[in-house]
């Protein structure tokens, strides 16, 4: 039978089905954060039961800690203990901890990545919907909540009956200045926030071939924003040379046994998905999104849609806009803003930091904007020191801050305040994300550059 | 975690027709640093609930003691956005036992299930008639029969079934979890690792 990438993973990786019921499905890698877990060891306690599997679990902390002064102790009580509970439920349970400071620290989906714990044709899980993110290198990766997350702490299992197939393609040459988020941002528009429930997406076409690894990893973890559970794209050349020489990446007998695996892993040609789209690239503009949620994108050079030619509720649709303090027909450029995050896991790696950095070398800071540009890693830090972008940033009046998840979900300090504007490359504009009453344009690193120079909403194609 | 079974659930109903309820409006992130699961329900809806200086917000729903109950009525794309198992933590020390919905986002109905609030999908027009209902009469009373797997709306007799996997079902009724399940399986897990090539 003609098979997807999907099946070819997924199937591979059930345990056994349960009659009328899920599959049981076997859990190569699992990452765990401050979160979403401190509940799940206390359910093993109460069961007085084991990490199975400690070396298939790897935990960092970044949802709840500072951006700035990590070296000093955490203020906020709170945070603080979440911190010392993931610390010593790791050392109780012998799973590799990478806490504040520690010099391999991030977030969650950068380090992944990084130090070669994501592979092709794995099955990985974490406490953190964005997980879809290491879908990029060909494997299946998906969120999963904290009754799950103690599930594959005992028993490295979890139940999840099979979701359906989309494939994506987008062919064409992307024009300039579109950067895989705004191809991200794109679909999310065309298909609605809801529009890839229940299917497990596979991204195919020439702009995805041609795509770095950091951008098929943006693309991947905007998955979940359109309801996905993950996304995915085949591993190829760039895949493999990504990951040769990572830490936690085989070598030698071991690497030519997982190749032959990973040179399986791609659709068969034929092969039958639930759903398909086809998109095509030269009509991907710059995007940025004008309401509280991601699916309410555009072009960066349109009008607000009006309510009646979007989909759905009028109601929440002018409710969304009331809260942005939007009015129908409007264009966005021009729009004033006052805040800009650069940062999370979706546009906080080495690659974001360059593209930033083309736009503001040169410029300068514009003075009603306060800027939280925040790598996803320790790593994403040496590369910006190495690579000369600090000084670039220092020069145009930017600052840098430490890694974490910092305004994209806004649970440390930075908040973005009640009724301020702020252009995010993080994931999420919901009512609050980034603060109580924060207003939220989400945009790729070269508009959020734009707008950090010109204090407003601006073409990236005019500073190029 | 163990929790209540869940059979027939007769109950009056709170209103919520809100399209795209995310988790940060079901509960905020600030409110997640929290290291046991007590104390959730407090903070479910928290900025729609309450203003900034803490008052409560007078034309929010839950604010209003016409409705009540142990259901919850949401609108379309119900819970989308993050992973937050404390969204539906939320919603069951509230006191809700059942969302309906239109459509519900996949992570939170599964979450749902796991901890023992059942997620009930119902058709648009059907969601429409319970609005209306409970608009026209605060204190109709909807009858979730899970064994059955139907919902209906007590003062008009209007009833729909609703889809649920039986292996769901059966915890549900009985407050089993997946992990009293996988347990028993252990051996097999453990000579299927054995053979995997990552
Ligand atoms: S950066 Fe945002 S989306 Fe990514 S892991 Fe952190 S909180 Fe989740």
């Known amino acids: 039978m003609k098979k997807t990438l999907f099946d070819k993973v997924w199937d591979s990786h059930v345990v056994q089905q349960v009659q009328d019921g899920p599959d049981i499905l076997f859990i190569d890698r699992h990452m765990v954060h401050e979160v979403t877990s401190p509940v799940a060891f206390l359910g093993l306690k109460n069961r007085n039961i084991p990490v199975m599997y400690p070396e298939r679990t790897f935990a960092t902390a970044d949802h709840n800690t500072p951006t700035i002064n990590q070296h000093l102790p955490v203020q906020d009580p709170l945070s603080a203990n979440q911190l010392k509970a993931l610390e010593e439920n790791a050392t109780q349970h012998g799973i590799s901890y990478w806490g504040l400071g520690h010099e391999k620290n991030g977030i969650v989906h950068v380090v992944g990545p990084e130090y070669g714990i994501t592979q092709p044709g794995a099955t990985i899980v974490c406490g953190d919907s964005h997980t879809s993110t290491h879908g990029a290198f060909g494997a299946i990766a998906f969120g999963i909540g904290t009754s799950e997350v103690e599930m594959v702490l005992s028993t490295q299992c979890i139940m999840q009956p099979k979701p359906k197939s989309m494939r994506i393609n987008i062919n064409g040459e992307l024009g300039k200045g579109v950067t895989s988020k705004d191809v991200a941002l794109y679909i999310i528009s065309r298909l609605s926030t809801s529009g890839a429930t229940g299917y ?122 009331a809260y942005m303090g939007y009015n129908e027909g409007e264009d966005m450029i021009g729009k004033p803003i006052d805040f800009v995050f650069l940062g999370s896991c979706t546009n906080g790696r080495i690659e974001d930091f360059r593209a930033f950095a083309e736009i503001i070398k040169g410029r300068k800071k514009a003075d009603n904007v306060t800027a939280w540009l925040v790598p996803g890693s320790h790593k994403v830090l040496n590369a910006i020191k190495e690579e000369g972008i600090l000084d670039q940033l220092h020069q145009a009046g930017f600052e840098l801050r430490e890694p974490g998840c910092s305004a994209c979900l806004a649970m440390n300090d930075d908040k973005v305040p009640t009724g301020k504007y702020a252009v995010s490359t993080s994931n999420r504009n919901f009512e609050g994300r980034q603060g109580p009453g924060s207003r939220t344009l989400l945009a790729s690193p070269i508009v959020a550059a734009a707008a950090a120079v010109t204090g407003k909403v601006t073409d990236p194609r005019t500073l190029l | 975690m163990a929790y209540d079974k869940f059979t027939v659930l007769t109950s009056t109903a709170v209103p919520l027709p809100i399209e795209n309820v995310d988790t940060d409006q079901i509960i905020p992130a600030r409110f997640l640093k929290a290291t046991e699961r007590k104390g959730f329900g407090d903070n479910l809806f928290r900025d729609w609930r309450y203003n900034q200086d803490n008052s409560p917000k007078e034309d929010f729903v839950l604010n209003n003691p016409t409705y009540s109950g142990k259901i919850l009525v949401g609108g379309k794309n119900f819970g989308s956005g993050s992973s937050r198992e404390h969204a539906a933590w939320s919603v069951y020390d509230y006191g809700f036992r059942c969302v309906v919905s239109s459509f519900f986002a996949d992570i939170f109905k599964n979450n749902c299930l796991n901890i023992g609030v059942l997620p009930v999908q119902v058709s648009a027009a059907f969601l429409a008639d319970i609005f209306a209902a409970i608009e026209a009469d605060p204190s109709t009373e909807l009858v979730i029969d899970l064994p059955e797997q139907s919902i209906s709306i007590s003062s008009t007799g209007a009833s729909e079934n609703f889809d649920i996997n039986s292996y769901k079902k059966g915890n549900m009724t009985n407050g089993f979890d997946d992990i009293d399940y996988l347990l028993n399986i252990k051996d097999n897990i453990r000579d299927f690792a054995d053979n995997t090539p990552l």
């Open chain 1, 200 to 321: 497990f997406v596979e991204y195919a076409g020439d702009v995805f071939t041609n795509m770095s690894m950091e951008g098929r990893m943006t693309v991947c973890n905007l998955s979940i924003e359109m309801g996905a559970r993950g996304g995915m794209i085949a591993p190829d050349h760039k895949t493999f040379d990504y990951i040769q020489g990572r830490e936690f990446t085989p070598t030698g007998a071991n690497w030519d046994k997982a190749m032959t695996y990973w040179e399986t892993l791609h659709t068969d040609a034929g092969a039958n998905f639930d759903k398909e789209y086809h998109f095509d690239a030269a009509e991907i503009e710059p995007m940025i999104t004008y309401g509280t949620n991601p699916g309410m994108g555009m072009g960066i050079t349109n009008g607000i849609p009006t309510a009646d030619a979007v989909e759905g509720g009028e109601a929440t649709y002018k409710k969304s806009l």
